[in-house]
Each structure stands twice: as C-alpha cells, then as structure tokens.
C-alpha cells in the first residue's frame, strides 16, 4: 500500500512539474504578446518557433525538454527515498521502472492537460523527449529521435514525425520493460495521449492541408 502511496505522490509530483506553460511564460515575458492568440494557439516549441522566432522558440523547447529529464530525476529521488531497494527488489509491486513510466505519464499528461490554462496545454513533444532520455536511457531516446528527424526531412512535416515517435513507445517500452506490464501501459498511455494531442494535425494530414516546413505564412 505503501509503494502506491509513493507512486501517486511521484504522478502529482510529475504532473504539476509538465504544467508549468513556459510557452506562455517566456511569450508573456520577453515578448509581450500571448502565445495562445497566434498561429496554432498551441503553447510548444513549433508554434512558438513560427511565432517569437528561433531565440524563443528553442528557449521554450529547452524549458520543456528540461521538464521531462527532471521528472525522470523526481522518479530516482522518490524511488531511492521511499521504495526498499530503490524499487531494485525483485518481485516488488511498484519497481523503479514502474516509477520511471509514472514519472513519464504525469509529466506529459501535466503538459498537455495544464492546469493552469484550463486543463490545456502544448501537445507533449518536447517534455516526452526529455523524459524519454530517463525512461529509455540515451540510446532510446535517440532511437526516437532519429525516427523524429528522418520522417520530418523526409515529409517536411513535424507532425509527422511527432506521431510516428509517439506511437512507437509501445514498442520500446516492451523492448526496455518486459515483464513489468504496468510500466508498459503507462508508457503506452503516455504515446496514445500524444497522439491524441494530434488529432487535429491527423485531421488535417488525411485533407491534405497540413502545412510543411518552410510553407509560408498566410496573409
């Protein structure tokens, strides 16, 4: 019971940590003007990019980025102070995977799901990379990052590859965390909400009407 205990404070933990909008933040801030009334509406790095430019765009994809590998931190931290063994003991009902897919989910779903702007938020890209580097380790979460890369060159469309990096957590989480099925289904709830989070590109990609890098803005 205890271990649950842990496992929900880390989720609460986690979750408020991926609700800070730092979109909507640094758009307030050093630019004076509200993210969400722009482009996309869309508080994350790719509308912030097409609307404060590069400086603040990659600023708020490192500020996003830098949640998901502090909620990875906040799953070490609370599994090595509250779990015997830091979650290590075999057959232990919540292990330190367990805890790392917790830290995952609540992050993103924190971003997504902010509360701060009325349960919305960016779409989970950026925090989910961040905390893919913890939860997969590096070689994972470049793995993830190189089908990212290559499927937006190749399409000229991020959404693209957003949701082909999204859908193939299952796959990784099974590879990484075979034999511990909560792990597995956290870490596939954390990509099917992602993938939800894009349902509007999705809608768009099936029109036709989905823009592309380098498309130019409409007057």
């Known amino acids: 019971m205890q271990d649950l205990l842990v496992a929900a404070a880390l ?10 909008p730092w ?3 640094i758009s307030k801030v050093f630019y004076h003007t509200d993210l969400r009334e722009h482009g996309s509406g869309n508080i ?3 509308n912030a990019i097409r609307t404060m430019g590069k400086v603040g765009g990659y600023a708020v994809f490192v500020l996003d980025f830098g949640k998901g590998l502090l909620s990875g931190v906040l799953a ?3 599994s090595w102070q509250f779990l015997p063994g830091g979650g290590l003991v075999p057959g232990a009902l919540v ?3 367990t805890m790392l897919a917790v ?3 609540g992050c993103v779903w924190g971003h997504i799901f902010s509360p701060w702007l009325g349960f919305k938020g960016g779409k989970g890209i950026a925090v989910a990379v961040g905390c893919l580097f913890v939860t997969f380790g590096w070689v994972g979460a470049c793995l993830e990052l190189l089908m990212f890369i290559v499927l937006v060159v190749a399409t ?9 990096a999204a859908l193939s957590c299952p796959f990784f989480s099974l590879y990484y965390f075979w034999g511990d099925w909560i792990a597995v289904a956290l870490c596939t709830l954390a990509g099917l909400t992602v ?3 894009h349902r509007g590109n999705i809608k768009r990609l099936r029109d036709g009407t989905e823009s592309r890098i380098g498309d130019k803005k409409k007057a």
């Open 11 to 20: 989720f609460v933990a986690a979750f408020l940590l991926g609700s800070v």
């Open 103 to 105: 830290a995952f989910l």
């Open 156 to 164: 000229k469309r991020v959404s693209i590859g957003s949701i082909a």
């Open 44 to 46: 994350g790095t790719t």
């Open 95 to 97: 292990s330190y995977d």
């Open 76 to 78: 070490w931290w609370f």
């Open 23 to 25: 979109g909507l933040i």
């Open 195 to 197: 993938v939800w989070a």
